[in-house]
């Protein structure tokens, strides 16, 4: 099994947290009148993304309903739909909407993942459960450190709950740490001094970029429009080296 597949696997097993543990278990359960059918996923949820991913997506993902029901990040959720509605737009998703894990969509040159991998009461995780999940998101960056070259941090939290991460997985932070803005962009070079590795597989310096979050609040209200999270994404991928894909 390849790290990133074997890393997901993991995640899946996880029950470190006993708050969200029981609540991701009650919610399906209970469900939700329009998905009385479903069997829901009610484990923590993996990223998702090819392994030779240069760009990163991180974000408060799995939500009660969505992500917490298909076992995808993002998916099944309206703020599912922005995200990756955004990502068809710029030609890295293979269809514009998320419904399941058997929906055929496919990401080009992007993964997407959480600094939290169960659905949190209220989306609210507590500053424990930020830092229990965060080993999950050190080893992930690790696994992708060869490759990757530009991460997209949505919102305050994922800005937040990810700069001790890239700190852990062997990039240098810089003094005062940055602060989250929407079009914040900030370049991290790596801490390991040069002999440590070299050549076209050793990790190098990655830039990240903020985003306010797709959560519905921000789309509803216009605090992020579409225009806004594509820039984004158009500048995160073309400093990921992602060619501009243009279809038929």
């Known amino acids: 099994m390849d790290p990133l597949a074997e890393l997901d696997a993991r995640v899946t097993e996880c029950a470190a947290c006993p708050r969200l543990v029981a609540w991701r278990e009650e919610v399906g359960r209970v469900k939700r009148a329009a998905f009385a059918d479903w069997t829901y996923w009610a484990r923590p949820v993996p990223g998702f993304g090819p392994p030779d991913a240069s760009l990163l997506i991180v974000g408060l993902a799995p939500a ?137 597989d050793a990790p190098g310096p990655v830039t990240l970029y903020g985003c306010f979050h797709v959560s519905q609040r921000n789309t509803f209200t216009g605090r992020l429009t579409p225009g806004m999270l594509k820039d984004v994404l158009r500048r995160a991928a073309s400093e990921a080296d992602i060619p501009p894909y243009a279809r038929a």
Not at 93 to 109: H, I, K, M
Not at 118 to 145: F, I, M, Q, S, Y
């Open 64 to 200: 009660a309903h969505g992500g917490n029901r298909t076992g995808r990040m993002f998916t099944g959720d309206r703020s599912g739909d922005v995200l990756y509605g955004a990502l068809y737009e710029v030609g890295l998703a293979s269809r514009p909407v998320a419904e399941s894990v058997d929906d055929g969509l496919t990401l080009r040159g992007v993964r997407v993942t959480s600094p939290v991998h169960c659905a949190p009461p209220e989306n609210k995780p507590t500053p424990g459960e930020r830092d229990t999940c965060r080993p999950w998101l050190v080893r992930e960056l690790e696994v992708l450190a060869p490759r990757l070259r530009s991460v997209v941090l949505l919102g305050a939290f994922g800005w937040q709950a990810a700069l001790p991460a890239f700190a852990a997985a062997g990039w240098r932070l810089p003094r005062p740490l940055p602060k989250f803005a929407h079009g914040a962009r900030v370049t991290l070079e790596r801490a390991a001094p040069p002999e440590a590795g070299s050549g076209p």
